[in-house]
Nanobody, 126 residues
Framework: QVQLVESGGGLVQAGGSLRLSCAAS????????MAWFRQAPGKEREFVAA????????YYADSVKGRFTISRDNAKNTFYLLMDSLKPEDTSVYYC???????????????????WGKGTQVTVSS
Protein backbone atom coordinates (compact mmCIF):
# COMPACT_ATOMS: atom_id res chain seq x y z
CA GLN A 1 0.00 0.00 0.00
CA VAL A 2 1.05 3.58 -0.69
CA GLN A 3 -0.49 6.61 0.95
CA LEU A 4 -0.35 9.99 -0.80
CA VAL A 5 -1.04 13.42 0.68
CA GLU A 6 -1.13 16.56 -1.45
CA SER A 7 -0.45 20.06 -0.20
CA GLY A 8 0.25 23.51 -1.58
CA GLY A 9 -3.03 24.35 -3.24
CA GLY A 10 -4.72 27.68 -2.81
CA LEU A 11 -5.96 30.84 -4.46
CA VAL A 12 -3.67 32.75 -6.80
CA GLN A 13 -4.09 35.48 -9.37
CA ALA A 14 -3.62 34.79 -13.05
CA GLY A 15 0.06 34.89 -13.95
CA GLY A 16 1.08 33.74 -10.51
CA SER A 17 2.76 30.55 -9.33
CA LEU A 18 2.09 27.70 -6.94
CA ARG A 19 4.04 24.60 -6.00
CA LEU A 20 2.13 21.46 -5.14
CA SER A 21 3.71 18.70 -3.09
CA CYS A 22 2.78 15.05 -2.79
CA ALA A 23 4.19 13.17 0.18
CA ALA A 24 4.25 9.40 -0.24
CA SER A 25 4.45 6.81 2.52
CA UNK A 26 4.23 3.05 2.70
CA UNK A 27 5.59 0.74 0.00
CA UNK A 28 7.22 3.52 -2.00
CA UNK A 29 10.46 1.72 -2.85
CA UNK A 30 8.77 -0.27 -5.61
CA UNK A 31 7.04 2.65 -7.30
CA UNK A 32 7.46 3.08 -11.06
CA UNK A 33 5.88 6.39 -12.04
CA MET A 34 4.33 9.45 -10.38
CA ALA A 35 1.88 11.89 -11.83
CA TRP A 36 -0.45 14.78 -11.36
CA PHE A 37 -3.98 14.84 -12.69
CA ARG A 38 -6.67 17.45 -12.30
CA GLN A 39 -10.43 17.62 -12.42
CA ALA A 40 -12.56 20.71 -12.79
CA PRO A 41 -16.28 20.73 -11.88
CA GLY A 42 -18.35 18.95 -14.50
CA LYS A 43 -15.29 17.74 -16.39
CA GLU A 44 -13.38 14.50 -16.72
CA ARG A 45 -10.19 13.98 -14.79
CA GLU A 46 -7.29 14.89 -17.04
CA PHE A 47 -3.59 14.18 -17.12
CA VAL A 48 -1.25 17.03 -16.23
CA ALA A 49 2.29 15.70 -15.81
CA ALA A 50 4.18 12.51 -15.00
CA UNK A 51 7.69 11.46 -14.09
CA UNK A 52 9.33 8.08 -13.78
CA UNK A 53 10.56 7.12 -10.33
CA UNK A 54 14.07 6.98 -11.78
CA UNK A 55 13.66 10.55 -13.06
CA UNK A 56 14.62 9.68 -16.63
CA UNK A 57 11.35 10.51 -18.27
CA UNK A 58 8.92 13.40 -17.94
CA TYR A 59 5.60 13.86 -19.67
CA TYR A 60 3.34 16.90 -19.88
CA ALA A 61 -0.08 17.68 -21.21
CA ASP A 62 0.07 20.15 -24.08
CA SER A 63 -2.01 22.61 -22.08
CA VAL A 64 0.67 22.95 -19.40
CA LYS A 65 3.87 22.37 -21.35
CA GLY A 66 6.32 25.19 -20.76
CA ARG A 67 4.45 26.43 -17.69
CA PHE A 68 4.43 23.46 -15.29
CA THR A 69 7.40 21.42 -14.08
CA ILE A 70 7.23 18.05 -12.37
CA SER A 71 10.07 16.90 -10.14
CA ARG A 72 10.74 14.40 -7.39
CA ASP A 73 12.91 13.98 -4.34
CA ASN A 74 13.15 10.25 -3.70
CA ALA A 75 15.06 10.76 -0.45
CA LYS A 76 12.03 12.61 0.90
CA ASN A 77 9.49 10.37 -0.85
CA THR A 78 7.95 13.53 -2.22
CA PHE A 79 7.21 14.81 -5.68
CA TYR A 80 6.23 18.25 -6.80
CA LEU A 81 4.39 20.23 -9.43
CA LEU A 82 5.66 23.77 -9.93
CA MET A 83 3.00 25.77 -11.74
CA ASP A 84 3.99 29.07 -13.32
CA SER A 85 2.03 31.52 -15.44
CA LEU A 86 -1.20 30.18 -14.06
CA LYS A 87 -4.41 30.78 -15.98
CA PRO A 88 -8.03 30.73 -14.81
CA GLU A 89 -8.55 27.55 -16.82
CA ASP A 90 -6.01 25.82 -14.56
CA THR A 91 -8.56 26.00 -11.75
CA SER A 92 -9.19 22.43 -10.64
CA VAL A 93 -8.72 19.91 -7.89
CA TYR A 94 -5.24 18.48 -8.41
CA TYR A 95 -4.54 14.85 -7.54
CA CYS A 96 -1.23 13.08 -7.24
CA UNK A 97 -0.92 9.44 -8.18
CA UNK A 98 1.61 6.62 -8.16
CA UNK A 99 1.87 3.66 -10.51
CA UNK A 100 3.65 0.55 -9.27
CA UNK A 101 4.47 -1.39 -12.44
CA UNK A 102 5.52 -0.91 -16.03
CA UNK A 103 2.69 -0.82 -18.52
CA UNK A 104 2.60 0.01 -22.19
CA UNK A 105 1.81 3.62 -23.08
CA UNK A 106 0.11 4.33 -19.76
CA UNK A 107 2.19 7.12 -18.27
CA UNK A 108 -0.44 9.69 -19.22
CA UNK A 109 -3.62 7.75 -18.47
CA UNK A 110 -5.34 7.31 -15.13
CA UNK A 111 -5.39 3.54 -15.67
CA UNK A 112 -1.62 3.48 -15.23
CA UNK A 113 -1.87 4.55 -11.60
CA UNK A 114 -2.66 2.44 -8.56
CA UNK A 115 -2.74 4.92 -5.70
CA TRP A 116 -4.25 8.37 -5.48
CA GLY A 117 -4.26 11.27 -3.07
CA LYS A 118 -7.45 13.02 -2.00
CA GLY A 119 -6.70 16.17 -3.96
CA THR A 120 -5.90 19.81 -3.33
CA GLN A 121 -7.85 22.74 -4.72
CA VAL A 122 -6.15 25.25 -6.98
CA THR A 123 -8.12 28.36 -7.87
CA VAL A 124 -6.78 30.94 -10.30
CA SER A 125 -8.58 34.27 -10.37
CA SER A 126 -8.64 36.50 -13.42
Amino acid sequence: QVQLVESGGGLVQAGGSLRLSCAASGRTSTGYRMAWFRQAPGKEREFVAAIKWSGDGKYYADSVKGRFTISRDNAKNTFYLLMDSLKPEDTSVYYCAVGMAWCYNCNTTSGGYDYWGKGTQVTVSS
